[in-house]
Antibody, heavy 124, light 108 residues
Framework: QVQLVQSGSEVKEPGASVKVSCKASGYTFSGYYLHWLRQAPGQSPEWMGW????????MYGRNFQGRVSLTRDASTTTAYLDLSRLAFDDTGVYYC?????????????????WGQGTLVTVSS | EIVMTQSPATLSLSPGERGTLSCRASQSVFSKLAWYQQKPGQAPRLLIY???TRATGVPARFSGGGSGAEFTLTISSLQSEDFALYYC??????????FGQGTKLEIK
C-alpha cells in the first residue's frame, strides 16, 4: 500500500533552517508529483510547493519563495523539504502529500495520500 | 489567489442526521474542487475530488455537489466517526492551491 513516512519532530531557533524528509513506498516514486503543505496551529493547510520526482522540477508558493527548497533522492525514494530563515510563525505541522495523477509531466493538485506530518516548533 | 470560504464554521448534529457543508470560491473553479476530512492528530484524508467523485474507500454516505463557485458536501446519515473537521480545496487556478478555513462537524 502507498506509504509516506516523514522524519520526526524538530525544535529550531529563529533564523535557523530545518530539513524534513518523506520516504515513499508502495508505488512507483517517479510516477507521481509530491507536494508539501504546512498547517499552522488551528489553521487550514497551506500549500508550499511541489516536486516532480522524475525530473526534479519544482514550483514554490509565493509565501515561501526564496526560503524553501524541495529535492529528492530517487535511489532511496525520499523527498526533502528545506526551509530556511525560520520565524516563530513557521511553527506548525509539515506534510508531504502525493498527487492523485499518475504522470511524469503533469499533475492535478489533488492530494490523495499524505504523510503522518512533522511538527516543527520555532522557539527561542 | 482564489479564496475559499466555508460555512458554517461549526455544525452541531446528532448521529443519524443528514449533514450539509458549504464551500464558496471567490471565482469559478469549474469542478476542480476537493473535500478532505481531518481528525485530531491526523493528516487530512481525501474524500471527494472533481466536486463529486468519491476517493477510493470513501463510504457512499459522502456525496459532493456543485460547480462553478458553489459546492456542498453531504453526509446522508452521520456516523460517530464522521465528526471531524472538513476542508474544501480548489485546484483550478494555481499556484497556489488554496483551502477553505474549515467546518467543524460536532456531536450535538
Amino acid at each position: 500500500q502507498v506509504q509516506l513516512v516523514q522524519s520526526g519532530s524538530e525544535v529550531k531557533e529563529p533564523g535557523a533552517s530545518v530539513k524534513v524528509s518523506c520516504k515513499a513506498s508502495g508505488y512507483t516514486f517517479s510516477g507521481y508529483y509530491l507536494h508539501w503543505l504546512r498547517q499552522a496551529p488551528g489553521q487550514s493547510p497551506e500549500w508550499m510547493g511541489w516536486i516532480n520526482p522524475n525530473s526534479g522540477a519544482t514550483m514554490y508558493g509565493r509565501n515561501f519563495q526564496g526560503r524553501v527548497s524541495l529535492t529528492r533522492d530517487a535511489s532511496t525514494t525520499t523527498a526533502y523539504l528545506d526551509l530556511s530563515r525560520l520565524a516563530f510563525d513557521d511553527t506548525g505541522v509539515y506534510y508531504c502529500a502525493r498527487d492523485l495523477r499518475t504522470s511524469h509531466a503533469s499533475l492535478d493538485g489533488i492530494f490523495d495520500n499524505w504523510g503522518q506530518g512533522t511538527l516543527v516548533t520555532v522557539s527561542s | 489567489e482564489i479564496v475559499m470560504t466555508q460555512s458554517p464554521a461549526t455544525l452541531s448534529l446528532s448521529p443519524g442526521e443528514r449533514g450539509t457543508l458549504s464551500c464558496r470560491a471567490s471565482q469559478s473553479v469549474f469542478s476542480k474542487l476537493a473535500w478532505y476530512q481531518q481528525k485530531p492528530g491526523q493528516a487530512p484524508r481525501l474524500l471527494i475530488y472533481n466536486a463529486s467523485t468519491r476517493a477510493t474507500g470513501v463510504p457512499a454516505r459522502f456525496s459532493g455537489g456543485g460547480s462553478g463557485a458553489e459546492f456542498t458536501l453531504t453526509i446522508s446519515s452521520l456516523q460517530s466517526e464522521d465528526f471531524a473537521l472538513y476542508y474544501c480545496q480548489q485546484y483550478n487556478k494555481w499556484p497556489p492551491f488554496t483551502f477553505g478555513q474549515g467546518t467543524k462537524l460536532e456531536i450535538k
